[in-house]
């Protein structure tokens, strides 16, 4: 008998049952993808450096990692012929297109700069790259350019014996990601135990369509729909003769592999007009910047599009997993911890665990048999719970979609393990539950109205009278009237917040002059006050939705972190975190406004589908920079 490598328990396998269900909502990844300890020293080795790195590897790796990078040094020549006119010069960017693609299709910007972008230019290679209407274009194929890096690439002194299409074309392709359980087919194997760092290799819709179509059917159209960042728009015949396809048509066992043989961690991202590869640090997947180097962007590529069973492939993942993480990585203390009052939890006779659903199964005191399973859920929750049957019974199948349970702050600052935990003993007292969440009433009211199962519900609490079952509904019905009065005073309270106080707050951020400092300051009743140096701008902060919508208001109009006390009891006035203005935004403020209604979307939500907001939120904020000048009226005062 072995100890789990997750949580320490005494285990036959590798890892228990429960850290084989929630690792991969913990660490973003299904550990059958996790390779061993000793593949990744030895692949850490190779580059010579250690398990546990903390500083910046990139020149190791490319000093240790030559591998040839032939596949993209076969320059297409394109005669003058094949232009109209004279062909277009070549390409290039200035400060103001870089301002123009930065702040996306609805900059109000320079005609000028537009204009060049569109015009274009010509790659070293002869390709034909253009920008319209927020999208790169490479010889009329829309594609991610990461422009910058770009920049400084064809700038190199071998620039012109590049193949610089099929190096684009190929690096949009590692970007791609196809979520292996999309769409509706998500709604009966969502519980799977991939992880949201998981896709299918995206070479498979090249090499084996007919997996894809046991997802999607035969429209690829679908799949688009269901997975935006699969470039669906890159014709097969432009890569067939690059090394690394010619690597899966060589693989003998391509045509015996099923689904769960494609699946593969994220490798690379464009973002910002740059390139970064995804790493795992301890448990956490971040992603480290690529140095504009054509060698060693070009090597890693070939690696990632390369298949699953080759050495190229395995050496990535291997550093992917465990150049950033220290050996014999396992489960944090408060993550194990957490697993354990979760297992101690098990032993109660009506919770039982699904291992092949990778869910929960709670019976609550309703009839109503509940399941929980850990992944992303509704409003960024961290797991997903559904009505699964009542007294065994079917339920109506308006009742089995997913319940909308956002977690509290309180909730939220727990693992895992422990949230998990806490939500099934709710559950376990479903009836008391459905008091707090009123998103359970449905199903508990449909479980208690029917005389079966309120006969049910009535052996189940065995020494309690039926007369004070009455009563006790009677009393809750009076209840419930003097709920919904507060409730709604309530909902118009926070329908103004969401509507015209945190728009009033975000023209004011805009407004103000470079080099204003604004501060948080814990109050004594709770929450925070937001306050603006030198203005009578105010507005406390009392929860985490409105705290994480001020710091994204923060982040997207130039306001830049100075001061970070969390722990300081002795900063004066209470002050525990300080912004001060440093820059303009730089961002398409139409899709930050998108942003904000999505982060006050479940302050306004009631019973996931009742909206107290007449209209979209976001159409209540600004989506155009006015620059710096005087505040709007009635906002240089509390807003609150």
């Given at each position: 008998?072995?100890?789990?490598?997750?949580?320490g328990?005494?285990?036959?396998k590798?890892?228990?049952?429960?850290?084989?269900?929630?690792?991969?909502?913990?660490?973003?990844?299904?550990?059958?993808?996790?390779?061993?300890?000793?593949?990744?020293?030895s692949?850490?080795?190779?580059i010579?450096?250690?398990?546990?790195?903390?500083?910046?590897?990139?020149?190791?790796?490319?000093?240790?990692?030559k591998?040839?990078?032939?596949?993209?040094?076969?320059?297409?020549?394109i005669?003058?012929?094949?232009?109209?006119?004279?062909?277009?010069?070549r390409?290039f960017?200035?400060?103001?297109?870089k301002?123009?693609?930065?702040?996306?299709?609805?900059?109000?910007g320079?005609?000028?700069?537009?204009?060049?972008?569109?015009?274009?230019?010509?790659?070293?290679?002869?390709?034909?790259?253009?920008?319209?209407n927020?999208?790169?274009?490479?010889?009329?194929?829309p594609?991610?350019?990461?422009?910058?890096?770009?920049?400084?690439?064809?700038?190199?002194?071998?620039?012109?014996?590049?193949?610089?299409?099929?190096?684009?074309?190929?690096?949009?392709i590692?970007?791609?990601r196809?979520?292996p359980?999309?769409?509706?087919?998500?709604?009966?194997?969502?519980?799977?135990?991939?992880?949201?760092?998981?896709?299918?290799h995206?070479?498979?819709r090249?090499?084996?369509?007919?997996?894809?179509?046991?997802?999607?059917?035969?429209?690829?159209?679908?799949?688009?729909?269901?997975?935006?960042?699969?470039?669906?728009?890159?014709?097969?015949?432009?890569?067939?003769?690059?090394?690394?396809?010619?690597?899966?048509?060589?693989?003998?066992?391509?045509?015996?592999?099923r689904?769960?043989?494609?699946?593969?961690?994220?490798?690379?991202?464009?973002?910002?007009?740059?390139?970064?590869?995804?790493m795992?640090?301890?448990?956490k997947?971040?992603t480290?910047r690529?140095?504009?180097?054509?060698?060693?962007?070009?090597?890693?590529?070939?690696?990632?599009?390369?298949?699953?069973?080759?050495d190229?492939?395995q050496?990535?993942?291997?550093?992917?997993?465990?150049?950033?993480t220290?050996?014999?990585?396992?489960?944090?203390?408060?993550?194990?911890?957490?697993?354990e009052?979760l297992?101690?939890?098990?032993?109660?006779?009506?919770?039982?665990?699904?291992?092949?659903k990778?869910?929960?199964l709670?019976?609550?005191?309703?009839?109503?048999?509940w399941?929980?399973?850990?992944?992303n859920g509704?409003?960024?929750?961290?797991?997903?719970v559904?009505?699964?049957?009542?007294?065994?019974?079917?339920?109506?199948?308006?009742?089995?979609?997913?319940?909308c349970?956002?977690?509290?702050?309180e909730?939220?600052?727990?693992?895992?393990?422990?949230?998990?935990?806490?939500?099934?003993l709710?559950?376990?007292?479903?009836?008391?539950?459905?008091?707090?969440?009123?998103?359970?009433?449905?199903?508990?009211?449909?479980?208690?109205?029917?005389?079966?199962?309120?006969?049910?519900?009535?052996?189940?609490?065995?020494?309690?009278?039926?007369r004070?079952?009455?009563?006790?509904?009677?009393?809750?019905?009076?209840?419930?009237?003097?709920?919904?009065?507060?409730r709604r005073a309530?909902?118009?309270?926070?329908?103004?917040?969401?509507?015209?106080?945190?728009?009033?707050?975000?023209s004011?951020?805009?407004?103000?002059?470079?080099?204003?400092?604004?501060?948080?300051?814990?109050?004594?009743?709770?929450?925070?006050?937001?306050?603006?140096?030198?203005?009578?701008?105010?507005?406390?902060?009392?929860?985490?939705?409105?705290?994480?919508?001020?710091?994204?208001?923060?982040n997207?109009?130039?306001?830049?972190?100075?001061?970070?006390?969390?722990?300081?009891p002795?900063?004066?006035?209470?002050?525990?975190?300080?912004?001060?203005?440093?820059?303009h935004?730089?961002?398409?403020?139409a899709?930050?406004?998108?942003r904000f209604?999505?982060?006050?979307?479940?302050?306004?939500?009631?019973g996931?589908r009742?909206?107290i907001?007449?209209?979209?939120?976001?159409?209540?904020?600004?989506?155009?920079?006015?620059?710096?000048?005087?505040?709007?009226?009635?906002?240089?005062?509390?807003?609150?």
């Amino acid at each position: 008998m072995s100890s789990c490598k997750g949580c320490g328990v005494s285990e036959e396998k590798d890892f228990c049952e429960l850290c084989d269900i929630l690792m991969p909502a913990i660490g973003g990844t299904t550990l059958q993808l996790v390779p061993e300890d000793h593949e990744m020293n030895s692949a850490v080795s190779r580059i010579g450096l250690r398990r546990g790195h903390k500083g910046i590897f990139w020149s190791e790796l490319d000093v240790n990692f030559k591998d040839s990078i032939d596949w993209i040094k076969s320059p297409r020549k394109i005669p003058d012929s094949h232009w109209i006119t004279d062909p277009p010069g070549r390409w290039f960017l200035d400060d103001q297109m870089k301002e123009e693609i930065e702040n996306g299709r609805d900059f109000d910007g320079d005609f000028s700069a537009r204009r060049r972008l569109q015009r274009g230019g010509i790659l070293p290679d002869g390709s034909y790259l253009t920008w319209a209407n927020g999208q790169f274009l490479l010889d009329g194929i829309p594609i991610s350019v990461p422009y910058l890096t770009l920049e400084k690439l064809v700038q190199q002194d071998d620039a012109d014996q590049i193949d610089w299409r099929s190096f684009l074309l190929s690096l949009n392709i590692a970007c791609s990601r196809i979520v292996p359980n999309p769409g509706r087919i998500q709604f009966m194997e969502r519980p799977r135990r991939y992880g949201k760092q998981v896709s299918l290799h995206p070479v498979i819709r090249y090499i084996r369509p007919e997996i894809i179509n046991e997802e999607f059917g035969r429209e690829l159209a679908f799949l688009n729909r269901h997975n935006r960042d699969v470039n669906l728009s890159i014709p097969k015949r432009l890569i067939e003769q690059l090394m690394w396809f010619r690597r899966w048509t060589n693989s003998f066992d391509i045509q015996d592999m099923r689904r769960n043989d494609l699946l593969v961690c994220k490798t690379f991202q464009i973002r910002r007009g740059r390139i970064y590869l995804y790493m795992r640090q301890e448990m956490k997947w971040k992603t480290r910047r690529i140095p504009a180097n054509l060698g060693l962007i070009s090597r890693l590529l070939n690696c990632a599009l390369s298949p699953i069973s080759h050495d190229d492939f395995q050496f990535l993942r291997c550093l992917q997993y465990g150049l950033l993480t220290s050996e014999d990585t396992a489960l944090s203390e408060a993550d194990a911890k957490g697993i354990e009052f979760l297992r101690s939890i098990l032993n109660n006779d009506r919770v039982n665990l699904d291992r092949k659903k990778s869910i929960f199964l709670v019976e609550g005191v309703s009839g109503v048999t509940w399941s929980i399973s850990p992944g992303n859920g509704p409003h960024g929750s961290r797991f997903r719970v559904r009505a699964n049957s009542v007294n065994n019974g079917n339920m109506p199948g308006r009742l089995t979609e997913g319940v909308c349970i956002v977690e509290t702050p309180e909730l939220r600052g727990l693992v895992l393990g422990d949230a998990i935990g806490t939500i099934i003993l709710s559950l376990l007292d479903d009836v008391t539950a459905s008091r707090e969440i009123e998103t359970l009433e449905p199903a508990v009211r449909f479980a208690l109205n029917g005389q079966r199962q309120e006969q049910n519900f009535l052996e189940r609490l065995g020494r309690r009278a039926g007369r004070e079952y009455e009563l006790r509904n009677r009393i809750a019905e009076r209840e419930v009237i003097l709920e919904m009065d507060r409730r709604r005073a309530e909902a118009e309270e926070i329908a103004i917040r969401a509507t015209v106080q945190f728009p009033r707050l975000w023209s004011v951020l805009l407004r103000l002059p470079l080099g204003t400092t604004l501060t948080f300051t814990r109050q004594d009743e709770g929450g925070s006050l937001v306050q603006i140096q030198g203005y009578a701008t105010t507005i406390n902060m009392r929860n985490e939705i409105e705290e994480e919508l001020v710091n994204e208001m923060l982040n997207s109009s130039g306001w830049i972190l100075m001061a970070d006390l969390p722990n300081d009891p002795n900063h004066p006035h209470g002050i525990y975190r300080m912004y001060t203005r440093q820059e303009h935004p730089r961002q398409n403020l139409a899709n930050v406004a998108h942003r904000f209604g999505e982060i006050l979307e479940p302050m306004i939500t009631i019973g996931q589908r009742m909206r107290i907001a007449p209209a979209p939120v976001w159409t209540n904020f600004e989506r155009r920079d006015p620059g710096v000048g005087p505040l709007p009226p009635n906002t240089d005062a509390p807003l609150d």
